[in-house]
């Protein structure tokens, strides 16, 4: 069977009598035995998604299939998804079965998207590269000695190596973004708080935010549409009146663009990422909008306040995990104390167990004021930048990641060096501003690049309008 690419083009070979949705599941599930080497996924519902697939198909036939019929989706394992297992990619959450399932999902399934299964990512969703995974690395599938990024690692190649049509990952500093720079493909995170995040495993409360990854922009503003809005269940989610993202997307207006030279100059960005960027910019300078060079004082204090707020927040939504009630529990235990300590040790690993620690430090009454409070005025002083810039542009352009996809291996030894891997896209985490990765090139490795675009909180619409302008226009000329 031939690749699809886009909803778009499955709806009218559907209508064209040139494929079902058995078809399509059987198509995925072929890739998905094919390629199994790439570990994109912790487990496949098979049986389930064929049966889906019936159901959807026979709505087609009589015409009333939801907006999301023809979707074949894979799910981050930070999803819940009633009856169905649920791990973080962890051995502490072994033997876990969700018993409900998270909002973002449900609205999924009730306009007919597909739900074929559960993908790796890196333990509890901590991580750049897919590697802190109880269950293995994920690959990428354009080189498979590198890594396709985290923590969304898995969801991110799903979609690479059309394993299913799209992914819901979650993003706390990056984890949709910079896979899908890593693996050539579109990755949106919208505002914080724009999609419930019931059901979704927490990390770090005020920064998780569920996000898409698909092969183009239209699906992804329709995941969103579909999504997005208030929800009974989470009372952090925005009420305001959800836009129809997918029918807003032909907007062909000048914006006026902010980059910011700090990101461009800075030390770890690599040679071809920057060329290549900067050629996106020259090309939309050409095109007539207005792009300018703009400061942002801040950039070596994001990473830092990132990881001392996250972990805080981290060591405190982990605190549930004691082995008492579900999950693993370690079998040589004496009495309470040894098994909290034993679970804890052997059910985390250690990456999770690092982040538990350090936010615990810095919540520990000696030093809450030096680091927690400091990092929380320094947030706030990000957000204020970042929105003032954002006042004054339409958008700010600046790299997904300042690498392409590393090797396997090459900075699991160097937490600090993995934790910089994250400095582009955390300015878009600390602020809670809306943020999309599109790819716009390769280096001379074959390796993809992405254009990450931060724009005004709740302004997805035009961040979606106008990457799908900007992939267009490359499209046509290369
Ligand atoms: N790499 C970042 C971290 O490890 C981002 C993770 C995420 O967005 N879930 O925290």
């Known amino acids: 069977m031939r690749q699809y690419n886009s909803l778009h083009d499955i709806r009218a070979a559907i209508a064209d009598g040139q494929v079902s949705c058995r078809q399509l599941v059987e198509h995925y599930l072929h890739n998905i035995r ?14 389930e998604a064929l049966l889906q697939a019936d159901t959807v198909d026979q709505k087609l036939a009589s015409g009333n299939a ?4 023809g979707m074949v989706i894979g799910i981050k394992d930070v999803l819940a998804y009633k009856g169905h297992s649920l ?68 969801s991110a190649v799903a979609v690479q190596a059309d394993l299913c049509l799209a992914s819901i990952g979650s993003d706390t500093g990056g984890s949709v973004r910079q896979p899908a720079s890593f693996c050539g493909v579109v990755g949106f995170k919208p505002t914080y708080s724009r999609i419930s995040r019931y059901g979704l495993i927490a990390y770090a409360s005020s920064f998780d935010q569920i996000g898409v990854i698909t092969k183009n922009v239209p699906d992804a503003a329709l995941l969103l549409e579909v999504m997005a809005g208030a929800d009974g269940m989470d ?99 004496t009495d309470l104390t040894s098994l909290y300590k034993k679970t804890r040790s052997e059910g985390f690993g250690h990456e999770v167990q690092r982040r538990i620690m350090l936010g615990t430090f810095v919540l520990s009454a000696d030093y ?12 706030r002083l990000i957000k204020e930048k970042t929105d ?75 961040l979606l309008a106008f990457s799908n302008q900007i992939l267009d226009k490359i499209s046509v000329e290369a």
């Open 87 to 154: 791990q973080a990619s962890s051995r502490m959450l072994q033997g876990f079965k969700s018993l409900y399932t998270s909002s973002a999902i449900e609205r999924l399934l009730q306009e007919d998207a597909i739900i074929i299964g559960r993908q790796n990512c890196d333990e509890f969703a901590m991580g750049a590269s897919n590697e802190t995974s109880a269950f293995g690395n994920a690959l990428n599938a354009d080189d498979t000695s590198r890594v396709p990024g985290g923590s969304s690692g898995g």
């Open 235 to 333: 009372s952090t989610a925005s009420q305001r009146e959800v836009p129809a993202y997918s029918e807003l997307l032909s907007a062909d207006k000048k914006y006026k663009i902010g980059y910011i030279q700090d990101c461009f100059d800075s030390e770890g960005l690599d040679a071809e990422v920057k060329d290549t960027i900067l050629g996106v910019k020259e090309m939309l300078k050409d095109a007539g909008h207005q792009v300018e060079a703009v400061d942002f004082p801040y950039l070596d204090y994001i990473v830092p306040t990132y990881y001392i707020l996250t972990t805080a927040e981290a060591s405190s939504n982990l605190g549930r995990y004691d082995g008492v009630r579900y999950g693993f529990r370690s079998e040589n235990v």
């Open 388 to 462: 003032e810039l954002l006042q004054a542009y339409d958008f700010l352009i600046l790299p997904t990641a300042p690498t392409t996809a590393f090797k396997v291996g090459e900075n699991t030894t160097n937490p600090l060096a993995m934790y910089l891997a994250d400095i582009f896209t955390v300015q878009a985490s600390l602020a809670g501003v809306p943020a999309i990765s599109i790819p716009v090139g390769r280096d001379a490795n074959g390796l993809s690049i992405g254009l990450q675009l931060l724009t005004r909180s709740f302004e997805e619409a035009s």
């Open 34 to 47: 094919e390629k199994a080497a790439l570990n994109a996924f912790l487990e496949v519902f098979e049986e």
């Open 66 to 69: 939801g907006k999301l019929a």
């Open 368 to 379: 809450y004021d030096a680091y927690y409070t400091k990092a929380q005025k320094v947030r």
